[in-house]
C-alpha cells in the first residue's frame, strides 16, 4: 500500500505565566514594540522550529502575554488511516515543549530569575481543517 504524505495546519497559542504582558509594551503611537525578552521569544521559536524536518512554522505573531502562530505538519499516512484530529499530534506536543523549555530557560537568565514560571501550563491548539479558512487565519496574524 502507498503512503500518502499529508500536511495538516494547527492555529497555536501559548500564553505567558498569569498572562503577565512581558514580551513588550502597546503605544498608540507605535503599536507593539518587542523588548528583549519577546525578542528571545521570536528567535526561539524560528530556531526551535528548525529541529523538526516535518513541522514548519507559517504566520505568527507575539503580543505582550502570548505567542500565536500557524504550524504546518507533513506526516506520512497509510489510505486506510481515519485521521487523529481529535487528538494533539505528538510532534506538535513535541515542538512546543522543546520550544517552551528552551525559551523559558533564556528569558529567565536574561530576567535572573532561574527556575521561575515562564509560560501557562499547556498551550491551545485549533485544527484548521481548509485552506478557506487558512487564509482567514494568515488574516488574524498579519501585522496591522
Known amino acids: 500500500m502507498p503512503i500518502i504524505t499529508e500536511t495538516t495546519f494547527y492555529l497555536v497559542k501559548l500564553y505567558t505565566y498569569n498572562h503577565e504582558d512581558i514580551f513588550g509594551t502597546l503605544s498608540e503611537e507605535q503599536g507593539f514594540e518587542l523588548n528583549g525578552?519577546?525578542?528571545i521569544a521570536a528567535d526561539e521559536w524560528q530556531r526551535s522550529a528548525q529541529s523538526?524536518?516535518?513541522l514548519n512554522l507559517d504566520k505568527w505573531l507575539i503580543f505582550p502575554n502570548r505567542l500565536?502562530?500557524?504550524v504546518s505538519l507533513r506526516e506520512s499516512v497509510s489510505p486506510n488511516h481515519y485521521g487523529s484530529?481529535?487528538?494533539k499530534p505528538r510532534l506538535l506536543s513535541s515542538f512546543i515543549a522543546?520550544?517552551?523549555a528552551v525559551a523559558a530557560k533564556r528569558i529567565n537568565l536574561l530576567r535572573n530569575t532561574p527556575g521561575n514560571p515562564l509560560w501557562q501550563?499547556?498551550?491551545q491548539e485549533r485544527f484548521i481543517p481548509d485552506p478557506t479558512i487558512l487564509k482567514r487565519?494568515?488574516?488574524t496574524l498579519e501585522q496591522p
Open 37 to 39: 525578552v519577546g525578542q
Open 52 to 54: 523538526y524536518t516535518s
Open 68 to 70: 500565536e502562530g500557524i
Open 85 to 87: 484530529y481529535g487528538n
Open 98 to 100: 522543546s520550544y517552551k
Open 121 to 123: 501550563r499547556g498551550y
Open 137 to 139: 487565519v494568515q488574516q
